[in-house]
């Protein structure tokens, strides 16, 4: 026997285009991101001072390290943060190791970006052959 579905109402389940944000303005977004239509959102006083207040209280974190942004957008937008942890946690397990990559065009552009987001000039990939 299959469930019926239920009909959620206008504009809810509404998908968002990719590369648009759920209010239309061009950012960051999953191609499944799903949001409720204008219509249904509540921007009353109470509920803007309610918002506020839990901005507040979880906490307006600030930061110029560019790992850490990086690190934040992933885990918000793109991967589980329990993934990202057991990368994090496998590389500081290891500091200063020596890393070998299979696949050298990914590993060239993962260096570059490294350097963009440090600021620096990409370093020369070091080659293990002799």
């Known amino acids: 026997m299959t469930p019926a579905k239920r009909d959620p109402g206008p504009g809810a389940g509404e ?3 990719q590369g648009e944000s759920a209010a239309g303005a061009p ?12 219509g249904d959102m509540r921007l009353d006083e109470p509920t803007l001072a309610r918002d506020a ?3 507040e209280r979880s906490g307006n974190v600030t930061s110029t390290d560019p790992l850490a942004c990086l690190l934040y957008v992933l885990a918000r937008d793109h991967v589980p ?4 942890e ?10 200063g190791a020596l890393h070998h990559y299979s696949n050298g065009y990914l ?6 970006a490294a ?6 000039e ?8 002799p």
């Open 15 to 17: 998908q968002v285009p």
């Open 27 to 38: 950012g960051l977004s999953r191609p499944d991101a799903f949001h409720l239509a204008r």
């Open 53 to 55: 207040a839990l901005g």
């Open 81 to 84: 943060v329990a993934l990202l």
């Open 86 to 95: 057991s990368v994090v946690d496998e590389l500081a397990a290891a500091p």
């Open 107 to 112: 590993a060239r552009w993962a260096l570059d």
């Open 115 to 120: 350097a963009r987001v440090r600021g620096a």
């Open 122 to 129: 990409a370093p020369a990939p070091e080659d293990p052959r």
